[in-house]
């Protein structure tokens, strides 16, 4: 949990010490195997998402079954927040490109 809140570094430096400990409180660390989903399109996003270790990639189902990556998220980028945020489904689906550690930041 430590290795978590230290990745988080930029966002904690902007919290007060109360909602520090608030933040530590509503997250949780997930490993993720090689092409395991994280979310899908159309779900309802119920946190949004820290990349610890690993890669992820962000992609739309396309036509004929074809999937087409719209983005790769690399170690300490954060997705899922703008369907988080907006309070809408996500419009994309994730998966981990390779073994990986998110960190999910919980409301």
């Known amino acids: 949990m ?3 809140v230290s ?6 430096q902007m919290l007060s010490a109360q909602q520090q400990n608030e933040l530590k409180e509503n ?7 090689k092409n ?23 992609y739309k189902d396309g ?14 980028e954060y997705f899922g927040y703008r369907a988080y945020f907006a309070n809408q489904n996500y419009v994309t689906s994730a998966a981990a490109f390779e073994s990986s550690t998110v960190c999910l930041i919980l409301s």
């Open 2 to 4: 430590t290795d978590a």
């Open 7 to 12: 990745s988080l570094q930029d966002i904690m």
């Open 27 to 33: 997250i949780s660390i997930q490993h993720f195997k």
């Open 36 to 58: 395991e989903t994280l979310y899908q399109e159309g779900e309802v996003p119920q946190m949004f998402h820290c990349l610890i270790s690993g890669k992820v990639k962000i």
């Open 63 to 76: 036509i004929g079954g074809r999937t087409q990556i719209v983005r790769v998220i690399k170690p300490v």
